[in-house]
């Protein structure tokens, strides 16, 4: 349906000028003014009286005579810059710009309101069974590898319901989340300040944020393999550190800024990070295209980087197979997912690249067989590969999902369920709102990778902020969100239980950090996920206050 214009009925602003009165005549003149001759006399106060009011009537008709400027408002498109029509959200609508494509699948002819994607995702997917390459490599594959996925597909287990969440736990938008491995009831988060948070999700209250582990954005973590006590970060300051988990001290071990700012052409942001534990290497990424490598055991850089991606563009992600560590998965601005094999890296010697529309958010490879390859991209694709063995030059599938999000967004990436053994199942926030009963929510996907079919939709009526940061639990049914400065944590629905027993619970599981003076407020509307978002005072931190040099951070019961 096309949207309506309301031109004829904009309204008008008047605006009329007002000119300072002029000077009189007589205050140009000299009031006293004597003739050659000495004679003249000083005009009557009569006289005076008589010639300002015909001044003031000559200057009031001047005033009448000047037209008044007339401003008619006209409404502008935010998308083309065109006059006559808007575009963009109203309410839990998404208007479309009727010079563009289709917002959602980006082809012509139709709106996002009436795009067929938007109410199948299903729509246009071709299901894994009827795509046969006939190749030799997929028999041997099917042979060795399919062997570990059950026959039976099993049901999912979808965590539909909101069990606990700590509202502004961070003071900027959460960047990256991840569970503890062996402890299953830790979750650990990243914000944009570069701030690390620990929240025991059982307990509630019991949170922790170190502050000074970095100055900028954390975009990516992992945990010391060796020790789970300590954790691998990157961010966007340049640096790669290991943090002690227990204390919040942390031990920088690269710094590719040494120097400190010498403009942006030289300034160096770290944003993938994997751990190849065959190798014992650290692989981090640049926003050059280039790739590093740490030792994990001395700590020290080993060799030079390499290029792998487009000179002068940013790595955002890196994957290492599950089963075959020595491959490696990357992607980046350059609109390319590429795999790597270690044993033989250099520049320009991908075994792979498989071509996106756009940027690509995220690129993993599936979590048991690591046979398949799951990627986002910001032209509204999830991409899969169902063999890495066999024609990669096309995907199997792609599905159409709204996740072509806005600079003050974290990146969306849809990631697969690591509990899942058929290795179909993955989860990805949605950007644009739905109309829920009047309320615009955005709910969180989970899709089957197989058919493109869309499994669940997760949401709850007081969470209306866009959650782009979605982790699954590696051994529970539970699912951590991130969502503008907020984590929530959900599980799934028990039907045994009453609704009054599990809004009490629900009301205990909910910690609200908020600024003194604004006790009681428990609204999870926690603002905007835009830049400006300000360094609040809450239970967690105060604003302005920085960390001993130690890197100790507060901890709150």
Not at 2 to 19: A, H, N, W
Not at 216 to 232: A, C, H, Q, W, Y
Not at 282 to 289: A, K, P, T, W
Not at 321 to 338: I, M, T, V, Y
Request: with cysteine; net charge neutral; proline share 5%.
């Amino acid at each position: 349906m096309p949207p309506q214009t309301r031109g004829s009925r904009l309204p008008k602003i008047v605006i009329e000028r007002q000119f300072e009165s002029e000077e009189s005549s007589s205050e140009s003149e000299p009031e006293n003014e004597e003739d050659d001759g000495g004679d003249s006399e000083m005009l009557s106060e009569e006289e005076n009286g008589g010639k300002e009011e015909e001044e003031m009537d000559v200057e009031k008709g001047k005033r009448k005579e000047k037209k008044p400027i007339t401003i008619s408002l006209k409404k502008v498109c935010k998308v083309c810059k065109g006059t006559g029509h808007e575009a963009g959200f109203k309410g839990a609508t998404y208007i479309d710009c009727p010079k563009k494509p289709c917002f959602l699948c980006k082809t012509p002819g139709h709106t996002t309101m009436t795009c067929p994607h938007r109410v199948a995702t299903e729509h246009g997917v071709v299901p894994a069974p009827r795509r046969n390459t006939q190749k030799p490599l997929d028999y041997v594959f099917e042979r060795q590898l399919r062997a570990n996925i059950p026959a039976i597909k099993l049901g999912h287990v979808v965590p539909d319901q909101l069990g606990a969440a700590v509202i502004r736990l961070h003071s900027r938008r959460v960047t990256c989340l991840e569970f503890h491995p062996t402890n299953n009831n830790i979750l650990l988060s990243g914000d944009k300040k570069g701030q690390l948070g620990i929240w025991d999700f059982c307990k509630v209250n019991e949170r922790t944020v170190y502050e000074s582990v970095h100055r900028i954005i954390l975009n990516s973590m992992k945990f010391n393999p060796v020790n789970d006590g300590t954790l691998f970060t990157a961010a966007s300051d340049g640096t790669m550190c290991l943090t002690d988990l227990e204390t919040g001290i942390s031990d920088r071990l690269m710094d590719l800024n040494p120097n400190g700012w010498n403009g942006v052409a030289n300034w160096r942001m770290l944003y993938g990070l994997d751990i190849c534990w065959e190798k014992n290497l650290v692989l981090i990424s640049d926003n050059f295209g280039y790739l590093y490598f740490l030792d994990q055991r001395s700590k020290k850089k080993v060799g030079e980087p390499v290029l792998i991606h487009k000179k002068g563009t940013k790595v955002v992600g890196l994957h290492c197979n599950p089963l075959q560590p020595e491959l490696l998965l990357s992607c980046g601005n350059d609109h390319f997912a590429r795999i790597w094999d270690l044993r033989r890296l250099e520049a320009g010697a991908s075994l792979c690249s498989m071509s996106h529309g756009r940027v690509v958010n995220s690129a993993y490879f599936s979590p048991h067989t690591g046979s398949k390859i799951l990627t986002t991209s910001q032209d509204n694709r999830i991409r899969i590969w169902d063999c890495i063995f066999g024609n990669l030059e096309t995907p199997s599938r792609e599905i159409v999902h709204s996740h072509d999000f806005n600079r003050h967004l974290t990146c969306f990436r849809a990631e697969w369920d690591p509990k899942d053994l058929s290795e179909s199942l993955a989860v990805i926030g949605r950007y644009i709102s739905e109309n829920y009963d009047g309320v615009a929510l955005h709910p969180i996907d989970f899709i089957d990778t197989n058919t493109g079919q869309l499994v669940a939709e997760v949401m709850d009526p007081d969470v209306k902020t866009i959650s782009p940061v979605n982790k699954l639990h590696p051994r529970e049914d539970v699912l951590a969100t991130g969502s503008s400065r907020s984590v929530f944590i959900w599980r799934p629905k028990e039907k045994s239980k009453t609704e009054h027993e599990e809004v009490e619970e629900r009301k205990y599981k909910i910690f609200v950090c908020v600024k003194e003076g604004k006790k009681g407020q428990k609204k999870l509307e926690d603002g905007s996920d835009d830049d400006d978002d300000i360094g609040d005072s809450d239970g967690c931190h105060k604003k302005g206050k920085r960390p001993k040099s130690s890197g100790k951070g507060k901890k709150v019961r």
